[in-house]
């Protein structure tokens, strides 16, 4: 009985997973404490929300990238549809569900699903081939939606729902809303997203990642990224398999997109647009490949970063940069990796000792 | 050997990539329980005959019967499925990961909960892991590599990784084990205790072994039939001491 429960807890994937919700949920205590007593500046308390989606669709892709070993350049396509889905969800029940939680809710759960079955209908031509052609496909798919949602009209008043494209055909009666409106995107949406929801998100989020990587699923995941042929003749059906790590990667971002909307009152199509696809990307990159805590590490700081350094105007995107490449060059320095390996060996010894003394 | 059942029956089995034939007209069985051999100079096509056993090759010509079932429609994942496990001369293993989740990936058929189960930690996520666990655990006790666990597989020494791409196979519940080379790099001493192991494998887990190999201590020591394949084409067959004396087989390996 001893035995089983320390393969469990002993697992070194369990180490990463208390780091991760620790962070989350110190990070949460501290931030609301610091609002709560008015030291947070404004700036900053407008972007808790952001930063929250952000680490969400990190995380999404994070499973994609390292653990599935696919490169997806559409995680913005995938929050669009999230993020535009919510809205016309939410623009649609307002009359219905007025309380906000609720609302919040159903706008997110619509969202993840649109967006997961946007990401299934990718996955199956593109799953059954080897190759970059994921990279090319999403990629392509984060533009198309960009340019859809650009050319889409959605309004409905008492009669229903009315729908136009290119140019605005609907005649709504009095009473009636538009919910989206070409290049102008959603606007008058009601902010019902906040901060607490937000980290409630990126809970779940961690939760589902973690718990599917230390599955049967994970497993097969990353028997596929490692050896296609092998893994295949274990008995695991590869095309499948990466489809369930891409469709959830794509439901979280929509989940992501979808609070990201909803924080807002008016959003632009143009707002997921390659450029964050790529940003979502460096953030998993910088954070490290299948390190989900530095995932959420990296994401906070490249958030805040930008903002941090606009004292600085037309400087700060090229400081920006030279920050981004000195964290790469320095957490690559040998030294340093030395460093960190030495202490975690030392944590590793204390940790096996407890472990002989328990036994 | 007569009133032994077949579990693996080749007939006339063929493939040609392009013009060139690489196998071909290859017949032979595999019985119950047996440890049969496959042998032959480099470039014979071995590791083809493997490689259609598996399905990684569809066959040109001929018929491949495994248990009483007719291979042709089937695809790599059924073939694991109807019990044919197999191991690699270069071997492949799932190098990051661990030992141990290594050998739980071989269970991956055997473990019926969900995604959403597992996402869940529903009852049936736990009892189904632990379970598997357990009986990983105990196959890398049989394989000798219980200690190295929580190691990265890719981290293993040589001889352990051939070990560990055995018990790999063998978590996926085999009726028939097909090991490409496995005494490939060892030396005399492992090979030695490899062919206890094999023996052991083969009566523990009531399984037939069909086994490439160049080593011919290993494979006259262990085999109890072995089939010679040259330049694609079946040249002898029989127990290792027809084998030994079959002049054609002399002048294949050693030349005129």
Known sequence: MKNKKQLFIFDPAYRGRTASFTLVIAAYVILQALRSSGNLSSLFASLLVPVTCYIVAAIGLNLNVSVSGELNLGQAGFMSVGAFTAVCVSGRLVAAVSAGIPRLIISILCGAVIAALFGFAIGVPVLKLQGDYLAIVTLAFGQIIKSLITNMYLGFDENGFQFSFVENKCSLAPGGKMLLNGPMGATGTQRIANFTAGTVLIIIALIIVYNLIYSKSGRAIMACRDNRIAAELTGIHIANTKMLSFVVSAGLAGAAGALYGLNYSTLVPNKFDFNTSILILVYVVLGGLGNMTGTIISTIVLVLLPELLRSLQDYRMLIYAIVLILIMLITNNEKVKTMTKSLRSRFAAGRGADKKEAA | ?256
């Open chain 2, 1 to 256: 050997m007569a009133d032994r059942k077949v579990i693996l029956d080749i007939q006339g089995l063929g493939i040609d990539f392009g013009g060139l034939t690489a196998v071909n007209d290859l017949n032979m069985q595999v019985y119950e329980g047996e440890i049969a051999g496959l042998i032959g100079p480099n470039g014979a096509g071995k590791t083809t005959v493997f490689n259609m056993l598996t399905k990684v090759y569809q066959p040109t010509r001929g018929k491949i019967f495994f248990d009483g079932m007719d291979l042709e429609k089937k695809n790599v994942v059924d073939t694991t499925k109807a019990g044919i496990a197999r191991t690699f001369q270069n071997i492949r293993l799932f190098s990051g990961l661990s030992v141990l989740d290594n050998v739980l990936t071989g269970y991956h058929n055997a473990i019926t909960y969900s995604p959403v189960e597992a996402v869940l930690r529903l009852h049936s996520y736990r009892r189904q892991e632990r379970e598997a666990r357990e009986k990983a655990l105990e196959l890398l006790d049989i394989m000798e590599l219980k200690d190295d666990a929580e190691v990265i597989a890719g981290n293993l020494p040589y001889g352990a990784q051939r070990r560990l791409e055995i018990a790999r196979a063998l978590a996926t519940g085999p009726k028939l084990l097909l090991l490409d080379e496995p005494a490939a790099g060892m030396n005399p001493q492992e090979t030695e205790e490899l062919m206890k192991m094999i023996r052991f494998i083969r009566d523990h887990f009531e399984i037939s072994v069909l086994l490439i190999e160049h080593d011919m201590k290993l494979v006259m020591g262990i085999c109890e039939r072995i089939t010679v394949l040259n330049y694609g084409m079946m040249l002898s067959q029989g127990t290792p001491e027809q084998i030994q004396a079959d002049p054609a087989v002399i002048k294949a390996y050693l030349g005129d």
